[in-house]
């Protein structure tokens, strides 16, 4: 154990407040939570002097000693004494990665049939050890006897250092976190466009050139114009480092997987090597985020390279996996290429699709001839899969059904619950990251086993793992706040027995670690006491505002005329009944100190507020939080945010339109509509809108079309109104799709997003 783990473990006692009057029940404390608990009378007692023994045939477990040893005690052979700890190896325990804890007032034993599991019994006896701490020499651990095992083989982590590089001394601390809450994969993004990221002795270039960007986008890729810090950024792991690091994570029971990124993704390299291109170039490193065209060629030269990178990759990392990316590669270079297409002709392929598939399976023969497997993210399903790839499935879950259905084995990674590069809390304190909202109760929700799948087809979904994307996370401190409490939160997903998950029982362990973390120094989430506030018009007019907090602890105190909230503003109880328009203001307090951001909302009163509303077209599904409900619930989207809930996005060819049924026909005077234009974000308000209006759902008087005249490049929320006649019931509202992003702009070409928040009826 470095020594970064081990004064986070023995320092915590002093802020497990919660078990501040004596030894803690396991169930109270462990994270992720065990199989079975059964608790039992007394405590043991951890002094300076408990011995801890281990077989003397076992030089394995010294490593597992020494952790316990760091904390309190001496190695001993093993004995029958009191006041000791005992660790045993059985080859008849049911699980290879389970153990066995029996704690009592005379002493503790830990089973376990592997050293992996003894390595996690070690994990669970330090977290009771730490909360039960009551001074310099004596610790308290309640008696229990403590059956756990992991619900799946694969338990992943990944931590993208191509965009921004992390020392060694942090990947440590990073292997270390994962240690502790028993993930047993790392995946080591290496290789992207914007640097490569390993040491590979053939081609110097790689260290030379790939690996150095000139400059580095400020700001979101989506604002325009882009903004750049004119700084030289880059670095590499040397492969001594990579050796070091390997064998860290091995003594933690954690398999690396390497990443090199092809056949997209690879502008770096061809920064470095442009003859391996279907174009002549020039190349640099990438110094924005994004998708860029140009990718390896299938020339011969182009997979004699990456066989010759790969062999060195395998020589450094004994695990049975690499990773190969297959991810987001544009076809157009290979559209465009003679040779390309000559390949695909020598070799009968029908499309590009098939020709990406030929290439990640000819990188998959030379991986199998060395005793490897690959793995690959969703799209090598495209074109067809390599024979025996492994699929990470990451854009939503469809590709893991189809590669399970197919026979395939599969790690669950979907965006919308494993991507810890999203914003976990809504609010405007929160740093700059690439967009979305997975929030921790979210993570925790996660099933990774899709329901469509059957029995059968189940077996082949390995795990999940957690994503940590690094376009806007530029230091170590940034990786702990994005990544480490929602990575608490998927280790009770990956390890736990679904059945006894429970998600405020999990925030009451995971607070008093979270506090600690803070106090250490780490740059830790605390947002256990956040407020998320939702709002629903009801059939009555009026409106009902919901607040709560992830924990269900704490007073929520509220102002309703825009003013900060103080500890004798008034008590949240229950869902409030607004009849009129207010500025919401709420946050928690725990005893007279508040201890989350003020969340805000402001609450627009409108004759729309309950009426029936229903879509023509659904929504993306990704921003489908509350629709249609957030079209008519008094609440506009932020005008800096069009990820935020109350915005609602169609896709590329998807309209709105909408009919509202004000249920009796009522004096209006003026709809009014609000988009979102973020054209670096592809988004486009449109260019003109339709209002209809009727006494009858069957009947039809036109408005207009009312045009809109959108001129700005530049980011900006758009509002137009339309007026209308003195009575009426029914309302169509028609608001065609921007279409097609014009040449020049991000995402020429495609399809332009639409994105609208509150239908406003006055």
Not at 6 to 30: H, N
Not at 618 to 627: D, I, M
Not at 667 to 690: M, N, S, T, V
Not at 694 to 705: K, L, R, V
Request: aromatic share 10%.
């Amino acid at each position: 154990m470095n020594k970064h783990l081990l004064l986070l473990l023995l320092a915590s006692y002093s802020v497990l407040t919660t078990f501040a009057q004596g030894p803690a029940a396991a169930a109270d404390i462990l994270i992720p939570k065990p199989t079975k608990i059964e608790a039992g009378e007394g405590y043991f007692t951890w002094t300076p002097g408990t011995e801890i023994s281990i077989p003397k045939n076992a030089r394995d477990l010294v490593a597992h000693s020494q952790l316990l040893k760091a904390f309190w005690g001496t190695n001993t052979p093993p004995a029958a004494t009191s006041n000791r700890i005992n660790l045993k190896l059985d080859s008849k325990f049911p699980s290879s990665e389970g153990y066995r804890l029996s704690i009592s007032a005379s002493g503790i034993d830990l089973t376990a049939a592997t050293p992996a599991g003894l390595f996690y019994g070690i994990q669970s006896l330090l977290q009771l050890a730490t909360a039960g701490r009551e001074s310099n020499t004596l610790t308290k651990i309640a008696a229990a006897v403590i059956q756990d095992q992991p619900r799946f083989g694969y338990r992943g982590m990944h931590l993208d250092v191509s965009r921004h590089f992390f020392p060694v001394a942090f990947i440590k601390e990073y292997l270390d976190m994962l240690a502790t809450y028993k993930f047993n994969y790392f995946h080591w993004h290496l290789t992207d466009d914007q640097g490569w990221r390993i040491e590979i002795k053939r081609y110097p270039k790689l260290q030379q050139v790939a690996a150095w960007r000139e400059e580095t986008l400020q700001g979101h890729a989506r604002n325009q114009p882009a903004r750049y810090d004119g700084r030289a950024y880059g670095g590499f792991y040397t492969q001594s480092e990579v050796r070091e690091i390997v064998k860290y994570a091995q003594e933690r029971y954690i398999t690396i997987i390497p990443e090199i990124e092809m056949p997209g993704h690879s502008v770096a390299v061809l920064a470095a090597y442009p003859e391996l291109a279907c174009t002549d170039g020039p190349f640099k490193v990438a110094t924005k985020w994004g998708v860029f065209e140009d990718v390896f060629c299938p020339k011969e030269e182009t997979f004699t390279f990456l066989e010759n990178v790969l062999s060195e990759v395998i020589a450094l990392f004994p695990g049975k996996y690499i990773h190969i990316g297959g991810d987001e590669c544009p076809k157009t270079r290979w559209k465009e290429s003679s040779l390309a297409q000559a390949v695909m002709k020598t070799n009968n392929l029908a499309d590009e699709d098939e020709l990406q598939s030929y290439f990640i399976r000819r990188i998959e023969a030379f991986l199998q001839s060395k005793g490897k497997r690959l793995m690959g993210w969703d799209e090598i399903l495209e074109g067809g899969l390599a024979p025996n790839a492994t699929v990470m499935s990451w854009r939503g879950i469809q590709g893991g059904i189809d590669a399970a259905r197919q026979g395939h084995d599969v790690v669950m990674t979907p965006t919308q619950y494993c991507y810890f590069d999203y914003y976990q809390a809504d609010n405007a304190l929160e740093p700059l990251a690439i967009g979305g909202m997975l929030p921790i109760e979210k993570v925790y929700s996660y099933e990774p086993i899709p329901a469509e799948l059957t029995p059968q087809e189940s077996r082949h979904i390995l795990g999940a793992q957690g994503n940590v994307w690094t376009e806007y996370i530029a230091d170590p401190a940034d990786v702990q706040y994005m990544a480490y409490a929602r990575m608490m939160a998927l280790s009770e997903v990956v390890w736990s027995d679904p059945t006894q998950k429970e998600f405020r029982g999990f925030a009451q362990r995971l607070a008093p670690q979270l506090n600690h973390w803070q106090q250490q120094g780490i740059n830790v989430a605390n947002r256990l006491f956040d407020l998320s506030c939702s709002s629903r018009g009801l059939p009555s007019g009026g409106i009902e505002v919901t607040l709560k907090n992830p924990i269900g602890n704490g007073e929520i105190r509220y102002e309703l005329d825009g003013r900060d909230p103080k500890p004798n503003s008034p008590l949240y109880q229950e869902a409030m009944l607004l009849e009129e328009s207010a500025l919401l203001r709420a946050t928690t307090f725990v005893d007279g100190k508040q201890v989350a951001p003020v969340a805000w909302m402001d609450i627009y009163h409108h004759l729309g507020i309950g009426a029936k509303l229903s879509l023509s077209q659904a929504p993306a599904n990704r921003y489908l939080s509350l629709a249609p409900n957030a079209l008519l619930n008094g609440v506009r989207g932020r005008n800096n945010r069009f990820d935020d809930q109350e915005w609602i996005g169609f896709d590329q060819g998807h309209n709105l339109v909408a009919l509202i049924d004000m249920g009796t026909s009522k004096p209006l005077q003026y709809l009014q509509l609000r988009f979102f234009h973020q054209p670096g974000a592809w988004i486009y308000a449109p260019k003109q809108i339709e209002v209809y209006w009727a006494e009858d759902e069957a009947g039809q008087q036109i408005s207009g079309p009312v045009r809109m005249d959108i001129n700005s490049p530049l980011d900006q929320v758009a509002t137009v109104r339309v007026p209308l006649p003195k009575t009426t019931r029914f309302l169509r509202i028609l608001v065609p799709n921007a279409g097609q992003i014009p040449a020049g702009q991000p995402g020429a070409g495609n399809g332009a997003w639409l994105f609208v928040d509150e239908i406003e009826i006055h």
